[in-house]
Each structure stands twice: as structure tokens, then as C-alpha cells.
């Protein structure tokens, strides 16, 4: 008997380069963290995909019935916390006993939220010297630098590691 591999699409908000792409992904084994830090792929196929400015969300500018998105180009992801957990071995979970509430920026945002880590020592790890091209912020809020009142929410913002301008962290107070 083998083992089968279950299709579950979900839906996520990509932001890049001035877009917001809504879009469904059809995930195989893992959550959508492992699919965007998989180094052996440079593209995400997305399907049922909405295009829309990020100066103004809710206008549909086009619909696709499936695309690729160049991972590198991403800005951030916007998706639901279990979504962000990554699942392959040896990944750096960011399983977490402490949370820092964070500020980051990447072109065009500014991103807050809680990162869960299990040592203050482990934020080089995880922003400077870990292999992760995307890395989750939980709880967060992206908001837009040219027009603040454009917002972006989730439970879990995966933010590209290569396009932050800056991080900063201040433990949690509980």
C-alpha cells in the first residue's frame, strides 16, 4: 500500500513590487513557510489569482486562472498562523518560549507583529545566519509607508528575509 500525497489548497495574499496577488496554493506535504523556503524552487505556483494595486486593495485590476510567483521577489505573505510553522527537518521553527514584539522593514511597509523564538541569542540565527529565505511574524500588521491607512493583517505575516531594511525586537511583556 503507498502512501498518497493530499492536495489541500489554501489562500494567501503575496505582496510585490506594488501588487497584491490573492491567490490559492495547493499544498502537498507541508505548510506554505516550507514551500517558500524550498531553495530548489524559484517560483510558488499560485491558481485562482487576483491582482490588485497595494495603494488600493480593493480594486481588481485582473484575474488569472493560475500563475507563477517569483519567491525572491516577494515582500511579504499574508496567511494564517499554521501556515507559518515550518514542518521539514532540520528547519528553524521558531517553536517558541519568548515572544519579542518586532518592527521590520521591507520596500514599501512596516511590518509588527510577535516573533517566537527560544533564546534572544537565536535572533542571529534566525535573521543572520539562518537559511530561511522567509521568515513568520505572528499576530502582525504590514502597513503601507505611502498611504498608512492601507493595511494588511493576518495571523501570520511571512516576511523575506532578503528585502528587510531593518529589525527590531523588545521582549513581550506577559
Sequence with gaps: MTASLRKV??????????H?????????????????????TSYLRVEHVYVSPITDPAALTASHTAGQIR???????ITTPDQAISRRPGAYTQGGQVTFDT???VPGFEIRGGI???LAVDVERLFIYGSERFVAVFDATATA???????FTGGAILVN??????????????
Design 9 to 18: 489548497p489554501i489562500t494567501a495574499d503575496f505582496l510585490a513590487q506594488g
Design 20 to 40: 497584491r496577488f490573492s491567490a490559492e496554493v495547493i499544498l502537498r506535504a507541508g505548510p506554505l513557510i516550507d514551500m517558500l523556503n524550498d531553495a530548489t
Design 71 to 77: 519567491k525572491d521577489n516577494l515582500s511579504i505573505v
Design 116 to 118: 517566537r523564538i527560544e
Design 103 to 105: 518592527f521590520m522593514t
Design 145 to 151: 509607508t505611502t498611504n498608512p491607512s492601507v493595511q
Design 161 to 174: 528575509r532578503s528585502q528587510i531594511g531593518i529589525f527590531c525586537m523588545d521582549k513581550r511583556v506577559v
